[in-house]
C-alpha cells in the first residue's frame, strides 16, 4: 500500500528497518529525483547545463574543503544540495519533506518553522516545507544531557547553559553557507517492503536536526530543499543511529543508471554481485580511498611519485554528489594527452570553460577508457561515453576537469564523481571498512542477505523516466529508483 503524502511522480528509495514485531527482514520505500540530468544532448539550454553544473560542483567542492563550526553540537558535513533528493515524512501527523540524498553528508536535518531566512519557494517545482516540533505530537527535544548530543558534537561534551538546554548544532561551510539549529527526535515515516511488490506504511523514532537559521547558497531559492538526509561515516548519521540500535547493518550500495534512469540504493548485506573491495582511508570524514596509479588505454601515465599522497587537502574522494571528475593539474593535461594523442588537428572550443570538440563517430570506438587503480589491485574503468558529455549534435565536452579551477585548495585532491560511477555497482562497507565496485546493470537488480535469518532477498531497480518527466532549465530529470533493505535483530 502506498501512502498519500508521496505522489507517483518520484520513484523507489528502498530503505531502513523493520518495526513490526516477529518479521525477520523488511525494506522501506522513498522516492527520489534527480536535479540534473545526466546528457543534455541536443536541443536549447545545452551551455547553461554545463554551467549549472560547473557552479554546482564548484559549491559542492568548496563544502567538502571547508571548515566546520560546531560549538554546541552537530557533526554533519552537509554539501551542496545536490543530484539526488527524495520525500520522506516527519512527525504525526506525517508532513512532507524533500531532502538530499548524499553520501557526502552525515546528519539528517530540514528547515524549521521559525527559520526566517529559509526559502519558501524552490526554482525545482516542488513545495517546500518548514517542520513544526509543535505541530507533531510525536515530537521531543534532544538536550545537552542526552548521549547523542555528545556524540554529534564528536564525542565531546558541549557547552551549554545547563543538561536541561536545546542540543544546539551551528555549520559553517567553505564557501561562507550556513545553517544553525537544534536536535529534535521525531518519526520518521516511510514506505516498508512487506512481501514481493507488496508495502506497508511504516516509521521509526530518530533524531535529526532542525534548522533555525540558514545562510549563503542555502538559502537560495533556485534549487532549495527542505533538508539534507546524510549517509557519511559519522556516529551522527541517520545510518549509524539504526546500526547502534540494532536495526540495520552499517553496509550500504547503489548502482545509478545515469543514461536510463534506473538504478539501485540498497542498505545491507549484498550477497550478489559480489565487488571486489578497497581499504578505505581511516580517520578521514569522507569516503577516502588509495588511489595508485592510472592508465590511458592501456598505457600507464607517467606521473610525479607522491601524486596520489594521503594528506590534508590531498588524496582520492569517492562522491556520488558531485557531477564530474576533478584532478591535480599535471595528472589533468596527462589524461587528455593520451585521450586524444591520434587527433593532433583537432579544433577545441571553450564552452562555459569546458573543454569541447566537434565528433560525429562513436566516442566510445574513438576514444580509450580511462582506468584508475588502487589499493588492493581494484580498478574502475571509465569509459568514453562517460567522461565525454554530449553537449548538442556532434559536439562532445571533456568531464574531467582540472581541481585547480574550482578551489585553489583542492588543486592536489582527485575527487571522483558521478561520471566514474555510472554504471556500477558501488559497496561502502563501513563494518569492515572497505569500498568496492563492478560493471554492473543497474536496471536489473541485486540480491541482499538478512544477516539474522540467512534469507536472501532479490531487490528489483526500476526505470519509469521514460513515463514521467519534470522539467527545469529545459532539462529533464533522470529518475533514479533507489531500494533499501534492511532487517530487523533483537
Known amino acids: 500500500m502506498e501512502p498519500p503524502l508521496i505522489p507517483k511522480l518520484l520513484l523507489l528509495f528502498v530503505a531502513l528497518s523493520a518495526l513490526a514485531p516477529g518479521r525477520a527482514a523488511a525494506t522501506g520505500v522513498f ?27 564548484g559549491r559542492r567542492h568548496g563544502r567538502l574543503l571547508g571548515s566546520v563550526d560546531l560549538p554546541l553540537g552537530g557533526n554533519g558535513l552537509p554539501t551542496e544540495t545536490g543530484l539526488y533528493f527524495t520525500e520522506i515524512g516527519i512527525g504525526t501527523p506525517a508532513k512532507s519533506y524533500y531532502v538530499q540524498v548524499d553520501t557526502g553528508s552525515d546528519i539528517l536535518w530540514v528547515n524549521c518553522v521559525s527559520c ?6 524552490s526554482g525545482l517545482g516542488i513545495e517546500l516545507t518548514l517542520y513544526d516540533p509543535a505541530g507533531s505530537g510525536s515530537h521531543n527535544a534532544v538536550t545537552c544531557g542526552q548521549d547523542f548530543c555528545v ?16 542540543c544546539g548544532y551551528s555549520i559553517t561551510y567553505g564557501d561562507g553557507s550556513s545553517t544553525t539549529g537544534f536536535f529534535v527526535t521525531d518519526i520518521l515515516q516511510y514506505n516498508q517492503v ?5 508495502t506497508a506504511l511504516a516509521n521509526i523514532g530518530i533524531n535529526f536536526g532542525c534548522g533555525a537559521k540558514i545562510g549563503g547558497d542555502l538559502g537560495s531559492s533556485n534549487q532549495a530543499l527542505d533538508g539534507i538526509l546524510g549517509f557519511g561515516q559519522a556516529n551522527s548519521s541517520m545510518l549509524s543511529q539504526l546500526a547502534s540500535a540494532g536495526k540495520v547493518s552499517k553496509i550500504f550500495a547503489h548502482c545509478l543508471d545515469t543514461v536510463n534512469g534506473g538504478g539501485i540504493f540498497a542498505i545491507g548485506n549484498v550477497v550478489q554481485p559480489k565487488v571486489k573491495t578497497t581499504p578505505m582511508v581511516p580517520s578521514m570524514p569522507h569516503y577516502n580511498v588509495n588511489l595508485k596509479a592510472i592508465d590511458v588505454g592501456g598505457a600507464m601515465l607517467q606521473l610525479p611519485k607522491n601524486i596520489f599522497d594521503i594528506g590534508e587537502s590531498k588524496g582520492t574522494i569517492i562522491d556520488s554528489g558531485t557531477t564530474l571528475a576533478y584532478l591535480p593539474e599535471v595528472v589533468y593535461k596527462a589524461i587528455l594527452s593520451e585521450v586524444f594523442a591520434q587527433y593532433v588537428d583537432m579544433s577545441f572550443h571553450d564552452v562555459q570553460d569546458f573543454l569541447c570538440f ?30 565525454l558529455f554530449q553537449n548538442g549534435n556532434d559536439l562532445y ?19 571522483l564523481g558521478d561520471i566514474a560511477f555510472s554504471n556500477k555497482l558501488v559497496l561502502y562497507d563501513l563494518e569492515n571498512q572497505v569500498i568496492g565496485w563492478d560493471n554492473y546493470n543497474c536496471s536489473s537488480s541485486i540480491k541482499i542477505k538478512d544477516d539474522k535469518t540467512g534469507s536472501v532477498y532479490t531487490v528489483d531497480a526500476h526505470d519509469i523516466s521514460s513515463g514521467w518527466r519534470f522539467q527545469w532549465h529545459k532539462s529533464l530529470f533522470s529518475l533514479l529508483v533507489m531500494t533499501v533493505l534492511s532487517y530487523l535483530m533483537f
Not at 556524540?151 to 536545546?166: D, E, F, M
Not at 570506438?365 to 568514453?384: C, K, M, R
Not at 571533456?398 to 575527487?415: E, R
Open 358 to 387: 566537434k565528433y560525429s563517430g562513436s566516442v566510445d570506438d574513438g576514444f580509450p577508457i580511462v582506468a584508475f587503480h588502487f589499493e588492493g589491485d581494484l580498478s574502475l574503468n571509465v569509459q568514453p561515453h562517460d567522461y
Open 151 to 166: 556524540i554529534a558534537n564528536g564525542g565531546v561534551p558541549p557547552t551549554c547553559p545547563s543538561a536541561a538546554s536545546p
Open 397 to 415: 565536452c571533456m568531464g574531467f576537469q582540472s581541481g585547480g579551477l574550482q578551489t585553489k585548495d583542492g588543486k592536489d585532491m582527485v575527487l
Open 116 to 121: 526566517d531566512t529559509c526559502p519558501r519557494r
Open 194 to 198: 512487506s512481501g514481493n511488490a507488496q
Open 31 to 57: 522516492e527520489v529525483r534527480r536535479k540534473f540530468p545526466r546528457h543534455e544532448g541536443a536541443g536549447p539550454g545545452g551551455d547553461e547545463h554545463l554551467a549549472a553544473l560547473r557552479e554546482h560542483d
